[in-house]
Structure formats: structure tokens, C-alpha cells
């Protein structure tokens, strides 16, 4: 059994109420636009850290993370990538290697907009958590928390981190 902590498009937003909400994981996953590596190396210090990187990553962060990750952890294929889109409308970069071999669950950032959806043609969990930095329209800091075990993805905890304007 793992626990994950997933989050998003931080933008180089370092938040002190990460340590607290990642400290029960076993590992965290960033979906992209981590924004420096002097972010990246704090959530490396915290846990295992895997990552890949965002449309806003400078050429540190893309040579240090990929664009896509694929692993398997606790018998769940993940795909992890930052622009993916969601079920029925995938991002074209990354439709061609969902469908011909999709993944048990599909990793994606970029959107700001936290969904956890279901591809019952893929038979696929896509999540997105949403963003936890201060840059984008969404006013609501978000992150995802969930448990792989033996095949199986559990116990699924969306986090609000805060509320912000963009106008403060």
C-alpha cells in the first residue's frame, strides 16, 4: 500500500501547509508547471518525488523531468503528463499513446481545475488536482490525496489549500 500525494501547476508557490498535508504519503507526484528547481528539490527533500514537467518549466526543470512518465507502483499502470485534456477530449499530444495502450490511471495538470473522471471506454481513472500555486484564474489552491494498493486506487481526499484573488 502507497499513499499519494498528488498536486499541480505550484509555479514556483511554495506553501508551508504542503509538509503537513504530504506527510502522511509515502510519495508525491507533480503533475507539471513546478515553476524552479529549488521548488522541485524542496518536495524532494519532504518524500520520494516524481514529476514531469509543465508548459511554464524552465530548461533546468525540463532536463531534470520528463514530459511523460509511465510507471508502475503497487499493480496501477500510471501515465502521468501535464497537458493531457480529459475523457472524450484528450490533448492530441497524448491521445495516440492513451488509446493504443491506456494506462489503470492518467496523470494530468495544466487546466487549473480539479476532476477526478472515470474513461469507461479506456477503463481509466483520469485525475487532474488542480492548481496549488498563485498564478491562474482559479481562486481555490487544490490537491489530491489517494492510496494505491494491490491494483487498486482508494480512499480518494481532495484538499482546498486556500483561497486567494489574484487581484491582493
Keep these: 500500500m502507497k499513499r499519494i500525494g498528488l498536486i499541480s ?4 508557490y511554495w506553501d508551508d501547509r504542503f509538509g503537513t498535508y504530504f506527510e502522511p504519503c509515502d510519495e508525491i507526484w507533480h503533475a507539471g508547471d513546478i515553476g524552479s528547481l529549488e521548488l522541485a528539490n524542496r518536495f524532494e527533500a519532504m518524500k ?3 514529476a514531469v514537467h509543465g508548459n511554464i518549466d524552465d530548461y533546468q526543470t525540463r532536463i531534470t523531468y520528463p514530459e511523460r512518465l509511465r ?3 503497487e499493480q496501477v499502470d500510471v501515465l502521468m503528463t501535464h497537458i493531457g485534456g480529459y475523457p472524450g477530449r484528450y490533448d492530441p499530444t497524448i491521445r495516440t499513446q492513451l488509446l493504443a ?3 489503470k490511471l492518467f496523470v494530468a495538470g495544466h487546466s487549473h481545475i480539479l476532476k477526478v473522471l472515470y474513461d469507461k471506454k479506456l477503463e ?5 488536482p488542480g492548481a496549488a500555486g498563485k498564478y491562474g484564474f482559479h481562486r481555490v489552491r487544490t490537491l489530491l ?3 494505491l494498493d494491490e491494483g487498486d ?3 480518494l481526499e481532495v484538499i482546498e489549500i486556500g ?3 489574484s487581484h491582493n
Excluded: K
Aim: with cysteine; charged share 20%.
Design 101 to 103: 495502450r491506456p494506462p
Design 124 to 128: 481509466c481513472l483520469h485525475m487532474n
Design 153 to 155: 486506487i482508494r480512499d
Design 48 to 50: 520520494p518525488f516524481r
Design 71 to 73: 510507471f508502475t507502483l
Design 163 to 165: 483561497h486567494f484573488s
Design 9 to 12: 501547476d505550484t509555479h514556483g
Design 145 to 147: 490525496r489517494f492510496v
